[in-house]
């Protein structure tokens, strides 16, 4: 029993259902309790102990459904002549004498229920639950009919068929077996592969949609880049947005302490404890939204959008060859993708030039800089081989508490051409390179612990 709820556990994971260990040991509780006898009530209690939401019961519906193979998903139905066949009083010695092995023939003699469970028990053995890849289907058939005797069976079977008619009368349920076998085979690898298998190949490539470079990749792998932020940056909420806490530690805050036992009549039921208060962030966005970085800024400026929650005071300003404060845009309700899409239209055309955009943001955006602010420049640093107007990024990050710097190219091209990213960071608290997903994910991450 241990043994099936950690692999029915590991299941529900790989689904996207977060399981913790206490729900694993609740589980296994209500298994004890109930069995496994009623399967209709045992799903309803571990639905209500392991899925939250309603998306998670759906996919623990699917998942319960493969994993114990009920319901409508054991696929194959049973061949009427075979089990008409196997209605008739045959002694075991008629089938002994045609010179197959001893499994091979339990199986013909066996009924449609029995060949499933020894098809089952054949694709443990061969280890099908480690299924990753749709194409490995075909390696695990062949297993799984190996363990079988599927190959001397088909010997037979051509044996039997070239020798005179009349000759071996169990041809056509050999026939029949080995078809059986097959369909029963692939049934069971696809349930597998769609319990685990398929999850797997999810996972692989939401690895390989953060791991590579954001301007390689198609339209629709950048759709899906979008989902990929939305449960990036919900984790980062749900990791770094603050809850209301009473420490009891410190010193004794008086007037608080009296305000909140005024029902008491005085008497100093409910303490409260001094702690320091830390204002959060103003964060300021300078985005660079030209040609040569477009696909790379679309995402950012995503992320940017998707961060209110834990900075509600974020400013973002975009630029190629002019500035242009777009926080009301993107904050505004409605498609954020449109949104994104209109400023990339409305700004992004024409030649990038940092000096009039870092002169426009210093007279927009520079009173309000302060050593509370963070200042969080994307670009590639390359300026046409025109004025970077270093003393006007000189002063703004003087006046803000910490700048960063964000590099959608690779730092094999940073500082050639027309890059001139080494002279900007040297004002600069930190220089990244931000050409993938998991690369923004980081950085993110980095911003969020350093200054809440």
Known sequence: ??????????????AGLPVSSDETLAAAESIRILGFDNRRQLKSALSLVLAKTEPDKQRFSECFERFYNTGATQGVEANPQVETRRQEDQPPQAISDQGLTPSLSNLLQASHEQ?????????????????????????????????????????KMLDASQGA???????????????????LARDYIDRQYAL??????????????????????????IASCRKLVARIVKRLTRHFKRRKRYYRRGMLDLHTTLRHNMSNEGILFKLRW????????????????????????????????????????AQCYA?????????????????IEQAIATTLRRIGGGATDYASALDDFCREAGPMLNRNSVLIVFGDARN??????????HRLTGKAGSTYWLNPESHFLWNTGDSVIADYARDCDGLFEASTLEQLEQFCEYLLRKTL
Request: proline fraction near 5%; include cysteine.
């Open 1 to 14: 029993m241990e043994a099936e709820l950690v692999g029915f556990i590991s299941a529900l994971r790989r």
């Open 115 to 155: 060949l499933r469970l020894s098809v089952q028990q054949a694709g443990e053995n061969a280890g099908v639950e480690n299924i990753r890849l749709f194409t490995q289907r075909g390696v695990f058939l062949r297993r799984i009919l190996q363990q079988l005797d599927w190959p001397e069976l088909q010997q």
């Open 165 to 183: 008619p009349g000759r071996h009368p169990r041809l056509a349920d050999m026939q029949n077996l080995s078809a059986n076998i097959q369909a």
């Open 196 to 221: 685990h298998g398929q999850p797997r190949s999810a996972q692989m490539r939401e690895q390989m949609l953060m791991q590579t470079r954001i301007n390689q990749l198609d339209p629709g792998q």
């Open 274 to 313: 001094r702690r320091k208060h830390r204002d959060r962030p103003r964060v300021f966005v300078l985005c660079d939204v030209s040609g040569s970085v477009r696909q790379y800024a679309e995402l950012m400026l995503l992320f940017v959008y998707s961060l209110q929650d834990i900075l509600p005071r």
């Open 319 to 335: 630029f190629a060859s002019r500035l242009e404060n777009i926080t009301a845009l993107l904050k505004a309700r409605g498609d």
């Open 384 to 393: 046409n081989h025109g004025d970077p107007s270093l003393d006007t990024f």
